[in-house]
């Protein structure tokens, strides 16, 4: 982003929608927010925006060929970078809820659906 | 027996749990997954107005199926059969038909989604077309990605998250065709046309696929403008309908607002004693307001069983108005505070609901925001919900 320009953002913090304008002449001039927390995310949005990475897993002897996993928040230009590295990654159950299974620059990687070995679980 | 409860997503399992909280025997029957369909949405966005976290859908279904442990039947219910003490479900399961009988019965079937031809696709019948919900299970079930050149149809949620997951995965979403002259989805999930630079084809349609054996190219219009767009696969996600078929046969009148049954503020349907929750009561976009239907209905059973039957009285009848598409339940008790869930059929920028008890100022509204509010009406005559610009 350039030092000059202005962000324009739907604010997705709660309902109300606000539309809100981040410029970031030098200083940062927001307008538009209705309350705090809209102002800090699109703060955020508009220099360093983050994502929970969502993907799957290859499992090899699972009751599926893969399994769910998140990551904690990634800055968004990482995000291509973190889904090639997982797509060598391959696990073995049993693999539970909240476990972390792979760790790429720091972030971690969790699993979200249970998998005992060789059992259909759900 | 006291309930059975027909569908284990998270509005049956969530009514399921409920029940048993409340003393009653229940049994929850299940053809696919528990879960519903919240193992294939492999996305954060569930439970934030339940648990305060942002799960994602297999992790909700873990926590729900964690927290029910009664009785499940695996098995498709065929039949149901209805009278006043005594409703009979006939279930097809591995080792052949079982009858349950309970005097209860929660609907929770969930919904289905339209296809290609029911918006009016013509052309070619080939492989690589698929609804959202297909290509979502092929990937994050199975890990199979349904094509490299994709245009999706609708930009609801649904077709938004997949335009995420398929451009993650290496395939290039060619554009995102949306009919209406505004998008669909929620705010959280057009940041992802912005993401990835997805072109997101506003009053355009997708009328004709021409392919031999594998879709190569789809045709575009807007007004007298057309285009051919080249693709390997078509992904259709023009919206869910409940699934009824059941409550239909069994005799229950069906809103033509919602495409799910008429119900009370106990979501009674038209047959006493049966209930209604989750997406084949009405479509719902949060799984927070499917799993509170559940719950909802889950104490309407209760009741029904200590009271032997939910009261008659003289029910006010709800009239959506201006830029209300529906609204549930559509009978409410006089004097008694119940939620409702109201669907605005139009995107308003500062809207101010009027409902019988006062107004509420909205801001910004969608037709893809379903909103939640408390009514209480007096006795006599009608509940007007409308909404002003
Ligand atoms: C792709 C997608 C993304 C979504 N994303 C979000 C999100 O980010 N956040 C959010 O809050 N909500 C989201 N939702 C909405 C939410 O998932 C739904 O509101 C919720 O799943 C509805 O729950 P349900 O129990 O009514 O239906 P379902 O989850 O569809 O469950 C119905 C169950 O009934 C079973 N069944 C049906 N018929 C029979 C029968 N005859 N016999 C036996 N079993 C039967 C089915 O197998 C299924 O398991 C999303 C929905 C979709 C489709
Ligand atoms: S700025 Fe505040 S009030 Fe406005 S949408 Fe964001 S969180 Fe909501």
């Known amino acids: 982003m350039s030092p000059t320009s202005k962000f324009r953002v739907n604010c997705i913090v709660c309902p109300m929608s606000c539309y809100v304008e981040v410029e970031l002449d030098g200083e940062i001039r927001v307008t538009g927010y209705r309350c705090p927390r809209g102002k800090e995310w699109a703060v955020q949005e508009a220099l360093s925006p983050k994502r929970v990475v969502v993907t799957v897993l290859k499992v090899k002897g699972g009751d599926l060929p893969v399994v769910s996993v998140k990551t904690d928040p990634v800055p968004r230009d990482k995000v291509r970078e973190v889904i090639r590295e997982l797509s060598k990654v391959e696990l073995v159950p049993p693999l539970r809820v909240g476990q972390v299974v792979a760790e790429v620059d720091g972030v971690k990687v969790y699993v979200t659906r249970e998998v005992r070995g060789g059992q259909q679980t759900f | ?280 009561l009405v479509i719902n976009d949060l799984v927070d307001y499917a799993m509170e239907q559940g719950r909802i209905a889950a104490e309407g059973a209760e009741e029904f069983i200590r009271e032997g039957g939910i009261p008659s009285q003289d029910w006010v009848k709800v009239i959506p108005g201006d830029n209300v598409r529906s609204v549930v339940p559509q009978l409410i008790s006089p004097g008694r505070e119940v939620i409702a869930y109201v669907r605005p059929s139009k995107p308003l920028n500062d809207a101010t609901l009027t409902l019988p008890n006062g107004r509420v100022r909205l801001g910004v509204i969608k037709p893809s925001e379903m909103l939640r509010v408390r009514v209480k009406a007096e006795e006599g005559g009608v509940a007007h919900v409308e909404i002003q610009g």
């Open chain 2, 1 to 280: 027996m006291d309930v059975v409860v027909i569908g284990g997503g998270p509005a049956g399992l969530s009514a399921a749990i409920r029940a048993q909280e409340l003393g009653l025997k229940v049994v929850v029957v299940e053809e696919g997954r528990l879960g519903g369909i919240l193992p294939q949405c492999i996305h954060t966005g569930f439970g934030l107005l339940t648990y305060g976290e942002d799960l994602t859908g297999p992790e909700l279904a873990h926590r729900l199926i964690n927290s029910y442990q009664g009785e499940v039947l695996r098995g498709h219910a065929a039949g149901l059969e209805y009278s006043y003490h005594r409703k009979r479900v006939r279930v097809i399961t591995e080792g052949g038909t079982v009858t349950l009988e309970a005097p209860t019965v929660i609907y929770a079937a969930g919904a289905r989604e339209r296809h290609a031809h029911e918006i009016g696709i013509v052309g070619d019948r080939v492989a690589g077309i698929y609804t959202a919900g297909e290509a979502q299970a092929l990937m994050d079930l199975y890990g199979v990605l349904p094509g490299r050149e994709v245009v999706i149809v609708g930009s609801g949620d649904v077709g938004l998250i997949m335009a995420r997951r398929l451009s993650l995965e290496g395939a290039k979403v060619k554009a995102v065709v949306e009919m209406l002259p505004y998008p669909g989805g929620l705010a959280r999930n057009l940041m992802i046309l912005r993401d990835f630079n997805i072109p997101l084809l506003l009053n355009h349609r997708v009328v004709e696929v021409r392919g031999r054996g594998r879709v190569e190219r789809v045709k575009v219009v807007s007004g007298s403008k057309e285009e051919w767009i080249k693709c390997d696969t078509l992904l259709v996600s023009a919206g869910l309908v409940p699934r009824v078929k059941l409550l239909r046969r069994a005799g229950a009148i069906i809103d033509e607002r919602t495409s799910g049954p008429l119900v009370n503020d106990r979501l009674e349907t038209s047959l006493p004693g049966i209930f209604a929750a989750g997406n084949s």
